[in-house]
Structure formats: C-alpha cells, structure tokens
C-alpha cells in the first residue's frame, strides 16, 4: 500500500512553489525597505512559552499545540505562532541591551492541531515582522503602511485594513465585565466553545463564526467605548499617521485577537475572497510581552500573515518559470555540442534546458513548447560545418543566424 501525507500536511510542487518565492522575495523587498532584518527561529521550543505568552485559556493553548515530552523529559511544542519565540529570542540574546528598539521579521512553518479547511492546515506558513521599543502610535501606523505597502506591490486590490483597539489592563477588565453583563443574558445562544470560555476569555464571542453568538452579540458594548484616555489617545493618533501615510483603513469594532497578549493596535487584512476565513494577516500591539516572558519591560507590535491565503488570493497568475532557451540537437556529436552550450551559458546567468535522449526533432521542439522557452537553437550536422546555428525569438517569430558560441548566442538572445 502506498504511504500517504499526513492530513493536514501539505506539499508545495514545482508550478505552485514558484508562487509562493514570490511571495517571499517581495516581503523580503518590502520589509527591508523599512529597516527590517530577516530573523530565523527554531520549530521546537518549550512548551511554557507558549502558555505564559500565548494564555492558557486560549483556543491554541488548550486545544491546538502540538506538544509532546521529549526523550530528556522535557515538555516541548512545535511553534503555533512566530511572534512568542521571535520576542524569546529577543530577551534570550538581551538584544535590548545593544538597542531596544528591534526590527525583525521571519517566515516559515508553524503547527496547529484543527480541522483542515481551505487556505488553512496543520501544517500552515506564516510571514511575519515585530518592531520592539518603540510606543509611539507613528509606529503602528508605520507597520500597518508597511503591510498595505506590501499586498499593493503583490498586485491585489484586496485584502483591506481594519482596525481596533483592545485598550491596555487599566481599562480592558471594564470593558470585560461590561461585555460579560451583556452575555450573561444572552448565554443560552452561545456555542459551546464560547460558553466554555464565558469566564476566562469572553471577547472570543465577539469574532466566533457561529451564526448564534454573531446573533447573539449583536448590539454587544465596544471597547472604543471603554478605552482610557491615554488608549484613547493613542488610538487617535494611530489614525492620524494612517492618513498622513494616505493609508486607507476601516474600523472594526467587533475585531478581537485570540492571543493574550496584544493591547492597544488590533487590526487585520480581510477579504470577501476566501469565504468565512476572511483574515489574511493579523497582528497588533503587545506591550507587556516581553516582560512576561522574563525581559524588560519594552513595547512591542508585529503581525503575521497565512502563506496559504495570500497564494489563494494569487491564483489567477501566473508564476511557473520558462527557460531563456532551448537547445534541439540532432546526432551524438550535435548532442554534445549542445550539452557544451548549455553549461557555459548557465554558468553565464541563462536558463537552458536540452534534450538528453536523442529523441527525433519534432518531439525536441513539442518539449521546448512544453517549457515555452523564450528562444530555441537547433543544432545538426550542417550547422556543425559552418559553425552557426538558428536562433528563434518563440514570442516575436524572429530568427536570426549565430555563431556556436555562449557569447555570441547570449548576445542574440538579448537583440544585439
């Protein structure tokens, strides 16, 4: 019987991968335009981290962390988020002490145990960046033009921002206990799952996808409404750098996060394009992590976005590679000839691609239309003698004659 994939578990083929290279080399580009630095973690770490920085009466936490105790007794987690270990690093490497202020972003594998649905897996990637020690709300604004900046120069139109605040722990518990009044009433209509969290985590209610607590939430107090003078502050002038960046946003009053610890700055990046999973990236601010997980007590905001999303939201382009050329040889001495081209000319910087099987001439050209190499050379016995060999132009129908030699037929290749 054939072994399978684990559910859950994709792989990325040639045709698809492309897209996603994609992808990553324009977040590298944009995010580096900002002053960010490419920062690797690792996939496994303690499993504490997770619950002090995540919260354990989180969904991820209690439910979705895969986790295991290793062979020294020690209890680990494959990563379910970027942002816990990227700010472990930070203190673990007092990265503050040379300067606080950090900008950082990763990219890679992350692992939550849920039911696989479209665009979302047990095996899922993530892009993502966090700036530390910096309070100032022209730095969130900052971060969210960086990260309209970058699905513009992916060329979609949408996702869109939106964005709230989730005040700060002076003014959240009143909030909470507001939010927990009006659901008291309205508990019978919840789901399990937000009944079950009713206590620990209440505004879980307020983005739940069941039908009953998106009804039953209806007319549910705001934390706009609750936010201290400073949040409030804070939010408003987060707003104002927003459109002196001339980047368009709409206030969410209903969006909450499902980690612990962000305060102040939520947003996210939805669509109408990927069904009830509308959120292609999300962050926010998290000024009391750090502190939380042994450093000092610095600010921080970052957000991350599903690789998986943005690839659906790419769908309709097209990413596959085509080779500069294709070398159609006929005969051994031929085929050896175009084996010596292709190598100097890949060595050169050219993309090329050759026939290996001494198949007849027709089959060789189907296979350079199945490539849609940008040129073709044919080389046989005639041109063996005269030491030149036609070069066509596939896309404008051009051919010309050129010698048998990586320069002169790079040359040709670029019209000169």
């Not at 009143?174 to 009044?181: E, Q």
């Not at 879980?204 to 996808?209: E, G, H, P, T, V």
């Not at 998290?286 to 000092?296: H, R, T």
């Not at 060595?347 to 350079?368: C, H, P, T, W």
Request: glycine share 8%.
């Amino acid at each position: 019987m054939a072994i399978t994939g684990i559910k859950g578990f994709n792989d990325i083929l040639p045709g698809e991968v492309e897209k996603w290279q994609y992808i990553e080399a324009t977040a590298r580009r944009v995010f580096e335009l900002y002053g960010l630095s490419e920062i690797r973690i690792p996939i496994l770490e303690k499993t504490e981290l997770f619950c002090r920085s995540i919260g354990d009466a989180t969904d991820i936490v209690e439910k979705e962390m895969y986790s295991f105790v290793d062979k020294g007794e020690n209890k680990v987690t494959m990563r379910p988020e970027g942002t816990a270990s990227v700010m472990r690093a930070y203190v673990e490497h007092k990265m503050h002490a040379l300067d606080p202020v950090a900008r950082l972003y990763y990219m890679g594998p992350m692992f939550r145990y849920e039911r696989p649905q479209k665009g979302r897996y047990r095996q899922f990637h993530q892009i993502g960046a966090e700036i530390t020690g910096v309070a100032a709300p022209s730095v969130d604004a900052q971060v969210l033009t960086m990260l309209t900046h970058f699905f513009n120069e992916l060329g979609l139109t949408e996702p869109s921002l939106q964005i709230n605040s989730l005040g700060c722990p002076c003014c959240r518990p009143l909030y909470r206990d507001a939010l927990k009044k009006f659901l008291l009433d309205r508990i019978d209509s919840l789901c399990e799952d937000c009944k079950r969290r009713y206590e620990s985590n209440p505004l879980r209610a307020l983005d739940c996808k069941s039908a009953g607590c998106q009804e039953a939430t209806q007319g549910a107090p705001s934390m706009l409404d609750y936010l201290c003078g400073e949040c409030s502050a804070h939010f408003d002038q987060t707003r104002k750098y927003l459109e002196l960046a001339d980047t368009p946003y709409a206030i969410n009053k209903r969006m909450v996060r499902g980690l612990d610890y962000y305060t102040r700055t939520t947003f996210e990046m939805v669509t109408t394009l990927l069904g009830a999973q509308s959120a292609v990236a999300a962050g926010g601010r998290y000024d009391g992590l750090i502190a939380e997980i042994g450093g000092p007590q610095i600010p921080g905001i970052g957000f991350a976005m599903g690789v998986e999303r943005v690839a659906l939201l790419l769908a309709e382009k097209e990413f596959s590679r085509r080779p500069d050329l294709f070398i159609a040889a006929m005969g051994e001495e031929a085929h050896a000839e175009a084996f010596r081209l292709m190598s100097a000319l890949q060595r050169g910087g050219a993309a090329v691609e050759i026939d290996y099987e001494g198949k007849s001439l027709k089959s060789q050209m189907r296979r350079a239309d199945k490539f849609n190499s940008r040129f073709t050379l044919i080389i046989g016995g005639d041109e063996l003698s005269r030491g030149t060999a036609p070069l066509k132009n596939m896309d404008g129908g051009t051919q010309s004659e050129v010698p048998l030699d990586a320069e002169s037929i790079r040359a040709g290749m670029n019209g000169k």
